[in-house]
């Protein structure tokens, strides 16, 4: 039977991760903080771990697994990294993670690991404008990320980069842009666009309004959950280390993305324009290089994408409000 290890188990992308696996008959261990917490664990073993400690990694990594997958991190969206608030965990804590994985990988000889890297890499200076991004590969040096949460992935990026150079470790890096769907954080102060979009019109009333960050015109693409993790398990069992986009390059405005919501909803509200953190003007996945190495792209529109996770979202707002007033206390 083959063996994977999922690093972050609890969280969005790494819950996903191991139900995959799950249905291609991998023996799983997960690591994380927490359960996941919005679906029922379906890893044969879970360990409620800090991966901060080089002990809980010396732990789980007690064999040389088929597949190793490194998600964990200190992370939200605009509203807990570009605040400025977080940087200190967002970097010590991340860092400190990958910094212990690889240690205990490269004492037990570990084969291959996967690291999960972001599109927050790509410098500013190249995404000024909205209509004309550029996040091709190479363009991520001269560095300059916009953010702490960017400069961290890109020291990760180096640190495996290095393991596979000094002691020829198999590393696979993907540069992910913007992953949305069911079971994902949606309310709390870590969620990304896609799901707090999704939560405000789902709580509108029809003909009410709903409140946007900035002036909506900043472009990003949306890649739904089954086409991230299809695109990491061909990365990762691909002989390439990358680094390389796993995205969407279905580009649209942030109005445009709350016109599909209320599309979908049936609800027809308006957009109140407000401050907020926003990050860069524009971003797009350049699929160029996945394809050309993989012979792969994803596909879905992000039309079908969100319906799913507007459902979802609407479901636990629903059930949100149903709660006894004692429950919520
Ligand atoms: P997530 O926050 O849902 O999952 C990360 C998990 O790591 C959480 O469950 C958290 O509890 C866990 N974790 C944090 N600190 C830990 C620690 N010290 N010990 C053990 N576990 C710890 O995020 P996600 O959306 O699933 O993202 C997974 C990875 O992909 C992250 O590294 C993220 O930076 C990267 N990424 C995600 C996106 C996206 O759009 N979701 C985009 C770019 C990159």
């Not at 044969?44 to 088929?66: A, P, Y």
Request: aromatic residues 10%.
């Amino acid at each position: 039977m083959k063996t994977a290890l999922v690093c972050g188990a609890g969280g969005f992308i790494g819950s996903h991760m191991v139900k995959r696996l799950k249905k291609e008959n991998f023996w799983v261990r997960g690591c994380d903080l927490k359960y996941p917490e919005f679906d029922a664990n379906e890893a044969d073993d879970f360990v409620i771990g800090d991966l901060r400690d080089s002990d809980t990694c010396q732990q789980i990594i007690d064999r040389d697994f088929n597949e190793i997958y490194q998600f964990a991190a200190d992370m939200g969206g605009a509203g807990f990294v570009f605040t400025g608030n977080n940087d200190a965990d967002i970097m010590h804590n991340s860092a400190i993670i990958n910094l212990n994985l690889l240690g205990v990988c490269r004492k037990r000889k570990i084969g291959k690991i996967f690291y999960s890297s972001s599109a927050c890499i790509y410098p500013e200076h190249n995404q000024m404008d909205p209509d004309n991004p550029n996040c091709a590969e190479n363009s991520a040096y001269p560095a300059a990320p916009d953010s702490e949460y960017g400069w961290e992935k890109l020291f990760s990026e180096r640190l495996y980069l290095a393991f596979h150079r000094n002691f020829g470790m198999q590393v696979r890096i993907a540069r992910y842009h913007n992953i949305f769907g069911p079971f994902g954080t949606w309310d709390g102060g870590r969620e990304k666009a896609p799901a707090a979009i999704c939560r405000k019109v789902a709580l509108a009333h029809d003909a009410g309004e709903i409140e946007i960050w900035g002036d909506g015109k900043q472009t990003r693409s949306f890649l739904y959950i089954d086409e991230c993790i299809e695109g990491t398990l061909k990365l990762t069992r691909f002989n390439w280390t990358g680094p390389v986009n796993i995205g969407s390059d279905e580009m649209i405005s942030i109005n445009q993305l709350v016109d599909m919501v209320m599309k979908i909803s049936g609800k027809k509200l308006k957009k109140k324009h407000i401050k907020g953190p926003l990050g860069v003007r524009g971003r797009n996945s350049d699929n160029r290089m996945i394809f050309e190495k993989l012979g792969w792209k994803p596909e879905l529109p992000l039309e079908m994408g969100l319906g799913k996770t507007y459902s979802w979202i609407e479901e636990q707002v629903q059930s949100s409000q149903k709660q006894p007033k004692t429950a919520l206390l």
